[in-house]
């Protein structure tokens, strides 16, 4: 009996120690506003101090709103913080009317509270706005930022404005001068400096406009593609050839002679000693008769 | 009831581990085979004992093994049990197992594994099988000393052993060809597991060396569990008569030239990457010669070799209590030297860990993993222990056959 005891013990006991009472701590919430190829959306950063360092805050559910014109909020939708403390809400189409009939956005997200933490909320107001970028003659990018107000868009100066091409991980400034303020047109412009840049198998790029954490208007991109790359030669697909690194039933033959083989030989010798003991059991049983 | 309790647990955290998923337990994107992959690699490597003493010893004309060869074969048929049920335990969804037959590529070491694994085990239970027949055929001589249950299971298992010439002459082929058998299969086991690590590029792995490298560590922890086996075996069934202090004598030098060999092996693994010390090798290597895993390796080291050759050099530390001291050494040993292949490996990768959750850096295995590790140890040392409780665990017949011919000789 004093054994079922111990093992319940143990049982309960793990079980319950996540449950332990724990003091709450404060969550500090952000929200940023961005526009990738004009597609409008959020992310909101949780973070919480552990230790006097502040920390991510992975779990929460972040919930989205958008004020309308009446000052009331609008619910946008909702969306968990990854490992990194960081959710993501593109504007859903069901806000469009919201969203459009506005120049100026105010969003606000929030956290319920928890076991954990207490609830927090984040604001930010953004002004609608507009990155275009374009080619001149020659390799020459133009890019155009304006703004919404009530009487229409118009050209923003004094923004800080990057162009640039596409990569990977980030983007690549077309010359030494790329970043710059935009102009009383709204614009930037820069001469592509950047000779035999891979692109894609017809030589197609990825031109990039970029502003970041703006106060007035968030984070913006766009981007347009431009033939102004080098022609990128691929490797030979190995995709359909029998490799040792291709998929499943690509093998190499020699590979599948050779294991097949060595497979058949091993059971061929287990289903002779199955024969063997067979051979054993009749044996027994015509001596027991 | 121990190891009946331990089992319980094991199971109550696996449960748990199937409802809340492998994010019970400590492993994550970096470590990805934790304690789950080091019990696998530590099951396999203790079933080669069944192709040492079994089927070297016996083709190599050693009669003294006789009465050990049962004991060596429940190790390794419980052992290999356990390694393929621990990997269904680490793969974490256990109604996908069939997925490794069904869409298994030829080209991965997995699958050869799983192909070489189940092989082993059908061989090493036709090798345990075989030879019990006889014996069974004695129990069943004596039923009226053994409950229904029990009998039924005999008669089930072996009442069409009649003992008829026709019938020895075609086990003793069958047994002879099993022990040819099983030797390559026996090393291709612990090779192809030994692939899984070397055939990956990372620093600890990256190795030629590795096939034997593992081979002769698998050797050396089987015969040392052997000797635990055999102390416990001979003071609790009081077979004193037949696992004599001689037996003990002779699997000792065994496990100090297994030993030595592992020995030459780790020294050949670890000082040839530390001489280059190249960039990738180097955290790993510091890591484990004076960093973070220098306890364990260290412990490792001396648990698994040094102590029990020192122990097992000398004549009276060949005695069956010291010699089962240096045995439990090499087995406690030998189980951290697995943890030290798989995991410190693992938290040095070639490109450095960047924007990960500080969880992700560091790996202390969660209570459900220890749980069900020590579960799954105990639920082999389970079977050992009900398989000795029903059948003979020293071959009665085969030990009689040994004795009188060797008697016969000496006249």
Redesign the interface.
């Known amino acids: 009996m004093r054994?079922y005891n111990?093992?319940a013990l143990?049982?309960f006991s793990?079980v319950f120690t996540g449950l332990q009472a724990q003091e709450k701590s404060s969550v500090t919430l952000r929200i940023n506003y961005y526009t990738h190829q004009n597609l409008p959306y959020l992310v909101a950063k949780a973070k919480t101090k552990i230790n006097g360092k502040l920390s991510p805050v992975?779990g929460l559910v972040a919930k989205y709103y958008i004020y309308n014109a009446t000052g009331d909020t609008v619910f946008l939708g909702s969306a968990a913080m990854d490992?990194?403390g960081e959710s993501l809400l593109y504007v859903p189409a069901s806000a469009q009317a919201v969203f459009q009939s506005q120049a100026s956005l105010h969003f606000m997200v929030v956290t319920a509270s928890n076991k954990q933490y207490d609830e927090g909320s984040g604001e930010v107001t953004v002004q609608k706005s507009k990155l275009i970028i374009d080619t001149l003659d020659g390799r020459k990018a133009v890019a155009t930022l304006l703004v919404k107000n009530d009487t229409g868009w118009i050209p923003m100066k004094g923004v800080e404005l990057t162009l640039g091409v596409q990569r990977l991980d980030g983007i690549l400034p077309i010359n030494s001068t790329a970043t710059a303020s935009t102009d009383s047109l709204g614009m930037v412009t820069g001469d592509y400096a950047i000779e035999n840049l891979p692109g894609d198998k017809k030589g197609i790029l990825t031109l990039v406009a970029s502003i970041k954490d703006n106060e007035v208007v968030g984070s913006i991109e766009s981007g347009i593609n431009v033939p102004w790359g080098a022609p990128a030669h691929f490797i030979t697909n190995h995709f359909f050839d029998r490799t040792?690194?291709?998929?499943?039933g690509q093998?190499?033959i020699w590979?599948?002679i050779l294991?097949y083989s060595m497979?058949a030989m091993?059971?061929g010798?287990?289903i002779?000693?199955?024969v063997?003991?067979r051979?054993?059991?009749r044996?027994?049983?015509s001596?027991?008769v | 009831m121990v190891l009946v309790s331990l089992c319980l647990v094991g199971l109550a955290a696996y449960i748990r581990q199937l409802y809340y998923g492998l994010g019970v337990t400590a492993m994550r994107d970096y470590v990805s085979w934790g304690i789950y992959i080091s019990n696998f690699v530590f099951f396999v490597a203790i079933s080669l004992v069944g192709s040492l003493i079994t089927a070297v010893l016996r083709l190599t004309d050693v009669h003294w093994s006789t009465p050990l060869t049962r004991i060596a074969e429940i190790i390794a048929v419980s052992a290999i049990t356990f390694a393929a049920l621990i990997i269904i335990v680490d793969m974490g969804r256990p109604e996908r197992f069939y997925h490794l037959f069904m869409y298994g590529r030829l080209q991965s070491p997995i699958t050869w594994d799983v192909i070489v694994i189940s092989t082993y085990f059908v061989i090493s239970l036709l090798l345990l099988y075989l030879p019990l027949l006889p014996d069974i055929s004695i129990l069943l001589q004596h039923q009226e000393q053994y409950p229904k249950w029990m009998v039924k299971l005999y008669k089930g298992m072996g009442s069409f052993w009649k003992n008829a010439p026709a019938q020895f002459a075609i086990m003793n082929r069958s047994v002879g060809i099993l022990s040819v058998a099983i030797i390559p299969v026996a090393f291709s086991i612990h090779t192809v597991t030994s692939w899984l690590f070397a055939t990956t590029y990372r620093p600890g792995w990256d190795s030629t060396n590795f096939g034997a490298y593992f081979i002769s560590g698998a050797f050396l922890v089987g015969a040392g569990s052997v000797l635990v086996a055999m102390y416990i075996f001979r003071t609790h069934y009081k077979l004193e008569k037949y696992i004599t202090e001689s037996h003990f004598d002779k699997m000792g030098k065994i496990v100090v030239l297994l030993a030595l060999l592992y020995l030459y092996f780790n020294i050949n693994e670890f000082l040839v990457p530390a001489f280059k010390m190249k960039k990738s090798e180097e955290e790993h290597l510091t890591g484990l010669f004076a960093g973070e895993f220098a306890p364990i390796f260290w412990f490792a080291i001396f648990t698994s070799m040094f102590i029990p050759i020192f122990i097992l050099l000398f004549k009276r530390g060949r005695r069956p209590f010291p010699a089962f001291i240096a045995g439990i050494l090499v087995v406690i040993g030998s189980w951290f030297k697995r943890y030290l292949i798989v995991t410190p490996t693992l938290l040095h990768p070639f490109m450095p860990m960047h924007d990960v959750p500080a969880n992700y850096r560091v790996y202390f295995p969660s209570w459900e993993e220890w749980a069900i590790a020590i579960g799954s140890l105990a639920a082999a040392l389970l079977v050992i222990t009900f398989f000795a409780r029903l059948f003979p665990i020293i071959p009665i017949h085969e030990t009689i056959e040994e004795s009188e011919t060797t008697s016969h000789a000496s006249l």
């Open positions: 054994l111990l093992i143990i049982l793990s992975p490992f990194k040792l690194f291709a998929r499943r093998s190499p590979l599948e294991a497979v091993v059971w010798v287990v002779y000693l199955l063997q003991l051979k054993i059991i044996i027994g049983k001596a027991a």
